[in-house]
């Protein structure tokens, strides 16, 4: 059963009449177009016997290489005049349309019930294929041929800045598609804070440097976090990093099918509790990966579902020292009975440049 199908099963279960989905990651994995959303409605609508783009008449063109029927406005033109859908239904809207189209959508036609798109989407997408499953192979390997690339270049006196450009313009040319977010590479005492961007702070020797890095390839995205040093590493670095390594591996271990995501937060968070540093501990243990590099499944503790064949996830535990470091390890699981690593990357020490 294809993609679309499988929606129209779930409309159907959850008796929803029409989806609008645009432009993002929803779109992406239904039709494989991608585009920026703007100003103008450019709409992929689903009910129970048609599927079709909306679009502004300069996309007529391109959308016609995707095999799906396309209705086209000119700007002298109401495009919801254009829609095939009935007033007093239910529909369901994707989560990241802009509001002004949702409000729009909701005055015309007046819809029964209005729901998130994404409360169906995600049970489509949580399951990967394997064909979804080995583009990010290789997007992972993409990524870590240039994270090994970057680190060979660095020295003191670059700034955090200057190495996460450094580090993009290996992504493009080992032939990624472009990132799949913005490149956390924080130094010294930066590192304590875990979603700080990269900064001009320039590295020193002796500093421990955090990289979390990801790539888009094919659509689908990355994201992998390494530890480096410039120079040897303080004792209480690699006191720290062996620890949160030692979580990393028993959150791994736990990985099987029919296992609850929470309980796999539960054995990071567990290790690095028995040490003393569980208050340290300040995010959830994973998040699923796709197309976007944030979706479902969550290892967190409040996450109570089963993992299931196919999911694909992080586990990056960590620990932050409030202005003297910190250490995070992240890798990428597909789950297949038992877990299993996307990487190749090292990790049994910090590396040292």
Same mark, same amino acid.
């Given at each position: 059963m294809g993609r679309l199908e499988k929606l129209r099963e779930l409309m159907r279960?959850?008796?929803?009449?029409?989806?609008?989905?645009?432009?993002?990651?929803?779109? @992406?994995?239904?039709?494989?177009?991608?585009?920026?959303?703007?100003? *103008?409605?450019?709409?992929? %609508?689903?009910? #129970?016997?048609?599927? !079709? @783009?909306?679009?502004?008449?300069? !996309?007529?063109?391109?959308?016609? #290489?995707?095999h799906f029927p396309v209705i086209t406005y000119s700007d002298d033109e109401n495009p919801y005049k254009k829609l095939s859908i009935e007033?007093?239904?239910?529909?369901?809207?994707?989560?990241?349309?802009?509001?002004s189209f949702t409000i729009d959508i909701m005055n015309y036609f007046s819809?029964?019930?209005? %729901?998130?798109?994404?409360?169906?989407?995600?049970?489509?997408r949580i399951i990967k294929d394997d064909e979804e499953i080995e583009i990010m192979k290789k997007g992972v390997e993409i990524a870590?041929?240039?994270?090994?690339n970057t680190i060979s270049q660095i020295k003191a006196g670059l700034t955090e800045r200057k190495i996460a450009k450094m580090l993009i313009d290996e992504f493009i040319n080992n032939g990624a598609d472009g990132i799949s977010f913005e490149p956390i590479v924080t130094s010294g005492p930066n590192t304590s804070m875990p979603h700080l961007r990269s900064t001009?702070?320039? %590295?020193?020797?002796?500093?421990?440097?955090? @990289?979390?890095?990801?790539?888009?390839? +094919?659509g689908y995205s990355t994201d992998t976090t390494r530890v480096v040093s410039l120079g040897k590493p303080s004792e209480e670095a690699i006191k720290i990093y062996e620890i949160v390594k030692e979580a990393q591996r028993r959150a791994e271990d736990s990985?099987?099918?029919?296992?609850?995501?929470?309980?796999?937060?539960?054995?990071?968070?567990?290790?690095?509790?028995? !040490?003393?540093?569980?208050?340290?501990?300040?995010? *959830?243990?994973?998040?699923?990966?796709?197309i976007d590099v944030h979706e479902e499944p969550y290892i967190a503790p409040n996450y109570k579902r089963k993992l299931e064949k196919n999911m694909v996830f992080t586990i990056e535990p960590g620990i932050y020292l409030p202005g003297k470091f910190g250490i995070r390890i992240e890798d990428m699981v597909y789950?297949? +009975? +038992?877990? %299993?690593?996307?990487? #190749?990357?090292? +990790?049994?020490?910090?590396f040292v440049v």
């Open positions: 279960t959850k008796k929803i009449d029409y989806m609008i989905i645009g432009p993002g990651s929803n779109m @992406f994995y239904l039709t494989g177009f991608t585009e920026e959303q703007m100003e *103008r409605p450019l709409f992929f %609508v689903i009910d #129970n016997w048609n599927a !079709y @783009f909306l679009a502004p008449k300069l !996309y007529e063109e391109q959308l016609s #290489n995707f007033k007093g239904k239910v529909i369901a809207v994707d989560d990241t349309l802009w509001s819809p029964s019930q209005l %729901v998130k798109a994404n409360e169906i989407m995600k049970e489509l870590e041929k240039s994270f090994l001009n702070r320039e %590295v020193r020797n002796g500093d421990i440097i955090i @990289f979390d890095f990801g790539i888009k390839y +094919k990985v099987k099918e029919g296992v609850m995501a929470c309980d796999i937060d539960k054995a990071a968070r567990q290790t690095i509790s028995s !040490y003393g540093y569980g208050g340290y501990f300040i995010h *959830r243990t994973g998040h699923g990966i796709g789950v297949n +009975k +038992k877990g %299993v690593i996307m990487n #190749n990357l090292e +990790k049994d020490e910090i």
